[in-house]
Each structure stands twice: as structure tokens, then as C-alpha cells.
């Protein structure tokens, strides 16, 4: 069964990414940033959790940013937990919950970036991704989803 999971998540491995959509209080107009990468470790554990370590290597083209999200689509998932962001290896201020869209967010405070290249790790566990079927298994991750703010990824793992 696990052997099965493990397939999926090889199947899937190139459509499903982490990502934190990076927003500010002025429109992005004013405001520009690109994923130079997006690199997603998924380790599927012995519940069936998944334990996702997303590594966001960001340049900030325009503009002043001081934080930035990850919102994560509930729809086929029964919870999130045990997150954690760091930078440079030192954690970083966030907040964690519910948005009024019924989607989990985590928002992370850093010191104000603009016109370089960061990196933001962001760690956590999604319940409720795994389901055993007697055809099959089936890992439910959506990664890199369409609603960054129109900010570009340029390479993803």
C-alpha cells in the first residue's frame, strides 16, 4: 500500500509543489517578486500524513515586503498542523488558521526585503492527503496552485 502511495507521489512529483503566495498591503502593481524556485519534499509517514518541507527561493524585484503567505485548499483534507518557518535556519514569527474562504493559512513575518534574493522554508503536516482504495491508492497534494498573485515561479522540484 505504501509502495502504491510512494507511486503516486513519483507520478505527481512534477505538478505538485509548495508555494506561498507573498502579498503586501499596496497592489502589485507597485510591489513585484518572482520564485527564482520552488523545491517541495513530500514524506509521506506512517499514518498516512504527509510531512511537506516547501524551500521558496524568492527575488524581490519592487517593492517593500515584510511577510508572506501559504494558504492551502481544505477541500479534500481533514487538517493541517506542526507548522513552521524558518529562515537561514532561525524560525520565524507566523500564524496559523483559518481564512474566511475556508482555506488553512500560514503567515510568516520577516525582516523587510526588496531588491534581493531570499529563502523561506516552510514546514508542516497535511492529515487527510492519503486514501486506500482496494483499486488503488491516492495522494491528494495541490502544490503550485493558480492563485499566486501573478507572480511567476521560474523552476520547481
Do not use: H
Not at 55 to 60: A, G, L
Amino acid at each position: 500500500m505504501v509502495r502504491t502511495v510512494f507511486r503516486f507521489l513519483a507520478l505527481f512529483a512534477c505538478a505538485l509543489f509548495g508555494t506561498a503566495a507573498l502579498a503586501g498591503s499596496v497592489s502589485a502593481q507597485t510591489k513585484s517578486l518572482e520564485w527564482s524556485a520552488i523545491d517541495t519534499d513530500i514524506t509521506v509517514l506512517s499514518n498516512g500524513d504527509l510531512q511537506i518541507k516547501e524551500t521558496n527561493r524568492i527575488r524581490f524585484t519592487s517593492g517593500s515586503f515584510t511577510f508572506g503567505y501559504r494558504d492551502i485548499d481544505m477541500s479534500r483534507l481533514t487538517g493541517v498542523g506542526n507548522a513552521r518557518v524558518t529562515e537561514n535556519g532561525q524560525p520565524l514569527r507566523i500564524e496559523t488558521g483559518r481564512t474566511d474562504e475556508g482555506k488553512y493559512r500560514i503567515k510568516y513575518y520577516f525582516t523587510p526585503a526588496q531588491n534581493q534574493e531570499r529563502t523561506f522554508v516552510l514546514e508542516y503536516v497535511v492529515r487527510g492527503a492519503t486514501r486506500y482504495y482496494d483499486a488503488g491508492d491516492q495522494v491528494y497534494w495541490a502544490g503550485v496552485y493558480a492563485d499566486r498573485n501573478g507572480f511567476a515561479v521560474r523552476s520547481a522540484r
